[in-house]
Antibody, heavy 119, light 110 residues
Framework: QVQLQQWGAGLLRPSETLSLTCAVY????????WSWIRQPPGKGLEWIGE???????NYNPSLKSRVIIAIDTSTNQFSLKVRSVTAADTAVYYC?????????????WGQGTLVTVSS | QSVLTQPPSASGTPGQRVTISCSGS????????VHWYQQLPGMAPKLLIY???ERPSGVPDRFSGSKSGTSAALAISGLQSEDEADYYC???????????FGTGTKVTVL
């Protein structure tokens, strides 16, 4: 049973860089798309992007200029960095295992990390 | 605003059947698989239906998915109190070149 556990800073000031990490336990790291998805308080889900274990990345066009998703196959971890955050980046961030370039099948998900951007 | 539109809310009494619609276009639902998620209060989303109508292991057969043209639907038969949650559809969008989620539907068990 694959499990994802995530962590990272929960309070940022505007213009800082958001940094989160997700560890994969109990399953293969290869062949999947390691993904990040966020949910602003009281709102719906937004796909941020993904990194295939081969190193190929896909990003939401609306966030692409500020986002980097990296993977570390030696530790079975992947990370998210979002630079120059604003209040609009306040959200619960989820890591998830994805199943394809053009697939929105994500399973399982991490527990979520609330990131608040405030001065 | 999402390109996949769902009704904001749906409700039913225990045992009833509830259906949630997900309306899209040819660039998303019309040409790509649809997946559905259940998000219980305060929890991470959970995959409920994949590739239009398939159920992951462990998901009760009370949940079923369907697709026709540019719309998809999630049905919950024999509604139970533990089904009270938010439900989201999702699909790849060829025009946006990205992965999109529906606006979400809150299901209330009366």
């Amino acid at each position: 049973q694959v499990q994802l556990q995530q962590w990272g800073a929960g309070l940022l000031r505007p213009s800082e860089t958001l940094s989160l990490t997700c560890a994969v336990y109990g399953g293969s790291f290869s062949g999947y798309y390691w993904s990040w998805i966020r949910q602003p308080p009281g709102k719906g889900l937004e796909w941020i992007g993904e990194n295939h274990h081969s190193g190929r990345t896909n990003y939401n066009p609306s966030l692409k200029s500020r986002v980097i998703i990296a993977i570390d196959t030696s530790t079975n971890q992947f990370s998210l960095k979002v630079r120059s955050v604003t209040a609009a980046d306040t959200a619960v961030y989820y890591c998830a295992r994805g199943y394809g370039d053009y697939s929105t099948r994500f399973d399982p998900w991490g527990q979520g990390t609330l990131v608040t951007v405030s001065s | 605003q999402s390109v996949l539109t769902q009704p904001p809310s749906a409700s039913g009494t225990p045992g009833q059947r509830v259906t949630i619609s997900c309306s899209g276009s040819r660039s998303n639902i019309g040409s790509n698989p649809v997946h559905w998620y259940q998000q219980l209060p305060g929890m991470a989303p959970k995959l409920l239906i994949y590739t239009d109508s398939e159920r992951p292991s462990g998901v009760p057969d009370r949940f079923s998915g369907s697709k026709s043209g540019t719309s998809a639907a999630l049905a919950i038969s024999g509604l139970q109190s533990e089904d009270e949650a938010d439900y989201y559809c999702s699909a790849w969008d060829d025009s946006l070149n990205g992965k999109v989620f529906g606006t979400g539907t809150k299901v209330t068990v009366l």
